[in-house]
């Protein structure tokens, strides 16, 4: 989908304001002892109350308005009330908020962080920053004319440059109306010269782990686990891809330096 109407673009901008802002306060909750169902209805109530719903939230599905992500877990972690968080944790949260206008169309703001609860080791918290840094280095060329190829790449080298394993099965996406969409952006090389156009918005997310690159679907059918139970981090942001410039980050927080 390539967006040209600035009436689409502002409700884009809407949904991912919400996102952001609402991720923020729940990396301030984060917390030894608070459960990963306790941030889920946070979630549900700081969308909801900015005037969006949860995109999640009975997507295909799934059953909460976030995914909560610990440790191995990768991606689509299910909130639980008996999953509490503890020192030396990291947490990926992974939201969505929905923008729908009286035509039925949905405008949607998606991004995801991992954070530390408490203290954690060294070695988590260089995972932690060298994947920040590589979906900031993928941002940083995402623009009209760049192939998906120039996006992934830098952010292999980044991880190669560590020695993560990197996600393959999983990636960034497109988003339109029905939410995910072509193109899929993945996380490194595959001689993929497909280019990005000016007007559309896509969300670029790399996934690293401190193991090997290896995972698999847990019985829920949801969430996804590193097969050496290494943890892993996720991080993600919605852009509008720009003509000749660095594209407008859609889910940027409230204080996020970048």
Known sequence: MIVTVDADIDLFRKAGKIAGQVLEELMNMVTPGITTWELDVAAEKLIRDAGAVPTFKGYRGFPATICASVNEEVVH???SKHKVLKEGDIISMDIGATVTRDKGQNFIGDTAVT????????????????????LYRGMEVARSGVTLDEIGGPMEDIAKANNYGIVREYGGHGIG???HEDPIILNYRN???TKLK??????????FNLGGDRVRL???NWTVVTTDYKPSAHFEHSLLIMEGQSPEILT???????
């Open 177 to 179: 109306y029905s939410y």
């Open 77 to 79: 972690g299910i909130p």
């Open 252 to 258: 940027r927080r409230p204080h996020e330096v970048i």
């Open 115 to 134: 954070v530390a609860v408490g203290k954690i080791s060294p070695r988590l918290e260089k995972l932690l920053e060298d994947t920040k840094a590589a």
């Open 191 to 193: 001689g993929s010269r």
């Open 218 to 220: 847990k019985p829920d």
């Open 198 to 207: 000016a007007g559309m918005v896509v969300a670029l997310e790399p996934m």
